[in-house]
């Protein structure tokens, strides 16, 4: 085991509204110590407390006001209706957060959705596949399914971006293996970060409390070679920020060790991003202060996870955050206090600099600030 990276006082939650500053000044928080194993290339927070976690109604993470972001998962159920001919079948999906794929996905031809989530709520959820969803605002695990039994009955199990909030990750997959028992034919379809990304990019927004497990395509393919799964496909969506893993229960339990070919670049990846994080961090710092030096004001844009942590290290230099979703405008970011403004709102600040959270969204930041009349220069981190 190796620790790489540590850090101190961060947020625990970075997705749930906060009505006022003096609550986002005071927000609970929590350690990180993030560790590689050199063996599995997993990588994890030895400092998580799992009690520090909350998921409910009051938790917004959704990206479904992108219309990037909808694209591109209107393309990905497309692709798994059609490649585990779901059409006419049943999927559940496992933190189906506030249940935009999975009504995708009943759009595409899936008979029936059931939408597993702690913080689901349905007066949400439109669109022409809603209908054919049911909505189970819990947790998946051995007493759900217990307590429903036969009406968590399906065809296909989705679970996108909900592995890397779960601690113990081998107890979870062997829950859901439990699940299926022996509907080997059943696929099993996943999605989640790409920490190797992370580590090359020395991206140290993207690391932050919620997040507890960190795989890169070797150790997930690994994780799932270990506990009763057979992988079919692994690779990289959403401008390769993703990892896509699709499974199936294995015919034979794994028997032997798989290649760790991987496990190098990880390595190597893990000592990049202890060397260079300092030096990011400082760049960044320098940048805002030269502009704040200069009477100029900087935003981000985007004030979900990756606006919480470049926040709770170089907040101090930044005057507002922005996001296009209605649900948080004038809300605070945990930690910092920051007010969370509508696009309409920046007129007022009339920033300098407008720092995109994800890269991914620049097109459409620019489509709404040219429509708005502001002239700051937009930069991805």
Known sequence: MTTFHTQQGIP???CLLVDTEQAALGF???????????????IFNALFDPSLAEYSDNYEETQGFSPRFMEFANDLASAWVSRYALAGRTVLEIGCGKGEFLSLMAEKGVAKGIGIDPGVDPSRIDGAGAEKCVWIADYFDS??????GAELEADAIVCRHTLEHIQP???????IRGFIGDRSDMPVLFELPDTKRVLDEVAFWDIYYEHCSYFSAGSLIRLFQSHGFEVLNVSLGYDDQYILLEARPAAVPDSGPQSVADIGDLRAGVTHFAEGFSATVESWRTRLAAIRAGGGKSVIWGSGSKGVSFLSIVGDQVDAAVDINPHKHGRFMAGTGHRICSPSELAA???????AMNP????EIQQELDRLGLEGELVAL
């Open 360 to 363: 991914v969204y620049l097109a």
């Open 143 to 148: 007493e759900l399914v217990a307590d429903l």
């Open 169 to 175: 990750v081998g107890e979870f997959l062997d829950s």
């Open 12 to 14: 625990t939650n970075s």
């Open 349 to 355: 600040i009339d920033p300098e600099l407008i720092m």
């Open 28 to 42: 609970p928080r929590g350690d990180i110590e993030l560790v590689l194993c050199a063996d599995c290339g997993f």
